[in-house]
């Protein structure tokens, strides 16, 4: 007998889940799994196990749950939600988990745990060899503890973060203090996400290096782990919620990926001026500043769409999309999927070539150096859309901070006359913030590409600790 252990990391997402089993009984059971599901598939098939059961550590709100629509793809497995902290109102069929409970696989054995603080009904699953049940050797932790870090407790708003911060203390204290040093951590959440602050970037650690080094487990008091666990923490995607209803209901079965039609150019055309959908350029930065369809929002097909998708976009609108390459297509829609996106109008067949070819109307984004940023830096409204917390850490001299999801509603503290630069990081997030200010009809707008990144590497000025964006 061999454990089956295989760790799926969706980046951009930040999210970890997990095919664990035994392939001399050929059982094996996924936990956390993201609704592009074939990755699952493809490994049982790899391991040569039989995918029996579908466990959830909590109530996922960062990304569409998986569980349905693997079981559905199985045709057997069987679907397992946590019964513990109060009532729950699931959509979907499914088996209840309580605290303590036990499942089998071979010579396997998983434990659920309440661990509750993240969110009230949050499940750490244990696992062991079934001959030393009472000494496993890892956890899964879903978004309890975490690596350098633990799991929010702010996502169902302030009166409950109250409580769920006095659960998350028991649970980091009296649980998971208490594991061994060799017991391997496997956290659901990991860098990138933003169920949590300050996540380290790597993928698993062990028991005894947290307690060593992560900040939540070094407090001798209550209060001062409060005032850690509800400081600094990351802007809530206004997305939260959604998922999480749509998860508590259960998502659509798909039972593939979501479909998407190829337009030819009339077609497409015709589809953008009935503006019934949102039009999406997944195409990199400088493609789409070389030219793209009016009105177009670049959202590049990278991992982090799905986030950038979450935060932009209406759920309830159609999309319309212009990928690098037909053949993206698929990849590009589990990106989208991954946070909730699946009714599509359809895509530009033939992309922005059979555009041009067709006559049609385009714009264009200039691309902005950094040293063309410095050496005019009095001509521009220059403009951060990055993180708060990036901003505080430095920043462009006479830059302004919009955090690019609050850009929407703050587009009229802007000259739409003034010659405007945008950056983030690194000219992803830029380039979405100027085609939204292109929409919005700025008429001078320009991309940083390598936006920070490059001004720090070029040896630029920095600035720091200006709390409202503005010059002081």
């Known amino acids: 007998m061999a454990l089956v252990f295989e760790r799926v990391l969706t980046e951009g997402l930040g999210d970890l889940s997990y095919l664990i089993g035994d392939d001399a009984k050929s059982v094996a059971c996924v936990i956390d799994p993201r609704p592009d599901v074939d990755v699952y598939l493809e490994l049982a098939r790899k391991r040569k196990v039989s995918i029996t059961h ?92 975490l690596i350098n870090a633990a799991g929010r407790t702010d996502l169902l708003g302030p009166e409950a973060a109250e409580k769920l911060v006095e659960q998350q203390y028991r649970t980091l204290y009296e649980f998971f203090a208490k594991l061994g040093d060799d017991v391997l951590l496997h956290p659901t959440h990991a860098h990138g996400s933003p169920c949590g602050a300050q996540i380290g970037d790597r993928l698993s650690s062990s028991i005894g290096y947290e307690r060593r080094f992560n900040p939540v487990l070094q407090f001798d008091d209550f209060a001062a782990f409060k005032r850690h666990a509800l400081g600094e923490l990351p802007p809530k995607p206004t997305y939260y919620p959604r998922l999480k209803d749509a998860n508590t209901a259960g998502p659509e079965v798909l039972g593939n990926l979501p479909r998407i039609p190829a337009l030819p150019a009339r077609d497409f055309h015709h589809a ?152 983030c990081d690194s000219g992803y997030r830029a380039s979405l913030a100027s085609s939204l200010l292109l929409r919005e009809g700025f008429s001078d707008v320009s991309n940083v590409p390598g936006s920070w990144q490059a001004w720090k590497n070029a040896g630029f000025p920095i600035l720091k600790g200006e709390r409202d964006g503005r010059q002081s």
């Open 272 to 423: 953008v001026e009935d503006g019934k959908a949102q039009l999406v350029d997944t195409r990199n930065m400088l493609g789409f500043g070389g030219g793209h369809i009016p009105g177009a929002l670049n959202i590049g097909a990278h991992p982090e769409l799905s986030i950038w998708a979450g935060w932009m976009l209406d759920v309830d609108r159609p999309l319309l999309l212009v990928l690098e390459d037909d053949a993206q297509v698929e990849e590009v829609a589990a990106l989208f999927w991954r946070t909730g996106f699946t009714r599509f109008t359809g895509y530009l067949a033939g992309g922005m070539k059979a555009w041009d070819n067709a006559g049609m109307r385009l714009d264009r984004v200039r691309q902005l150096t950094v040293h063309e940023l410095r050496d005019k830096q009095d001509h521009f409204q220059i403009l951060d859309v990055r993180m708060p917390d990036e901003w505080k850490e430095g920043h462009v001299p006479k830059a302004r901070h919009v955090f690019l999801p609050e850009l929407p509603k703050k587009v009229g503290s802007l000259s739409k006359d003034a010659p405007t630069a945008v950056y």
């Open 54 to 145: 579908v466990f959830q550590t909590h109530i996922h709100e960062d990304f569409l749950s998986g569980a349905l629509e693997l079981a559905h793809r199985t045709g057997s497995a069987t679907v397992y939600a946590s019964h513990e902290g109060g009532p729950h109102d699931y959509g979907y069929e499914h088996q209840p988990v309580r605290d303590g409970q036990t499942f089998e696989f071979g010579d396997t054995l998983l434990t659920a745990r309440h661990t509750p603080g993240h969110t009230p009904e949050h499940l750490t699953f244990l696992i062991a060899e079934a001959k030393h049940s009472s000494h496993p050797y890892g956890a899964f932790s879903g978004g309890s503890l």
